[in-house]
């Protein structure tokens, strides 16, 4: 069966950075793009952009270039979102979602990475 | 603020139907399939409505999505409690290259 698994939680103070996994399993990897979704504490969902798993190549989101990286290791299924000089409004929940079209639709969805920024 | 306008609340009594709306734009729904997502509380997203009206499998036939020019609809009928979630309406939009997500409508059940 298809899963998607993230890192555990992570607390990191102002300025480090982060980077946060997600393993797939259960499908071929490199048939299906992945996206990256943020949700700050009681707020709604925020596309963040996706990587397409075949070529490596990332799209960005407005809002989310510069400090924030999608990489892959195909030969591990697995997916990466690097954030680097972490604020305190990057506080939030991070999931990946595999795509099925354009980003606006995800079929499954990793159980979601809690970053938490505070000194 | 989001892109896509929803209330942020809606409630309904067991049995009862309710209906969630979506509001967009020529950029968004206007153009592009509507989608919905159920959010139960403390756990991950999951594809409610896919394309407008299509149910993925599993989705029960209680749960249907509606689309008109600018607007989307998700009805749910004979309400129960495992409804109580965050339901989030989605499309993609032209102008931003991207999808789009409503702020999101917390459903009660009373």
């Known amino acids: 069966q298809v899963q998607l698994v993230q890192s555990e939680s992570e607390l990191k103070k102002p300025g480090a950075s982060v980077k946060i996994s997600c393993k797939a399993s259960?499908?071929?990897?490199?048939?299906?793009?992945m996206n990256w979704v943020r949700q700050a504490p009681g707020q709604g969902l925020e596309w963040m952009g996706w990587?397409?798993?075949?070529?490596?190549?990332?799209t960005y989101a407005q809002g989310f270039t510069g400090r924030f990286v999608f990489s892959l290791d195909t030969s591990v299924s697995t997916a990466y979102l690097q954030i680097s000089s972490l604020k305190a409004e990057d506080t939030a929940v991070y999931f990946c979602?595999?795509?099925?079209?354009?980003?606006?639709?995800?079929?499954?969805w990793g159980q979601g990475t809690l970053v938490t920024v505070s000194s | 603020q989001s892109v896509l306008t929803q209330p942020p609340s809606a409630s309904g009594t067991p049995g009862q139907r309710v209906t969630i709306s979506c509001s967009g734009s020529?950029?968004?729904?206007?153009?592009?399939?509507v989608y919905w997502y159920q959010q139960l509380p403390g756990t991950a997203p999951k594809l409610l409505i896919d394309r407008n009206d299509q149910r993925p499998s599993g989705v029960p036939d209680r749960f249907s999505g509606s689309k008109s020019d600018t607007s989307a609809s998700l009805a749910i009928s004979g309400l129960r409690s495992e409804d109580e979630a965050d339901y989030y309406c989605?499309?993609?939009?032209?102008?931003?290259?991207?999808?789009?997500f409503g702020g999101g409508t917390k459903l009660t059940v009373l």
């Open positions: 990587i397409d798993t075949n070529t490596g190549n990332p």
């Open positions: 989605a499309a993609y939009d032209d102008g931003l290259n991207g999808p789009v």
């Open positions: 259960g499908y071929n990897f490199i048939s299906y793009a």
């Open positions: 020529s950029s968004n729904i206007g153009r592009n399939y």
């Open positions: 979602a595999r795509d099925l079209s354009l980003g606006v639709s995800c079929d499954f």
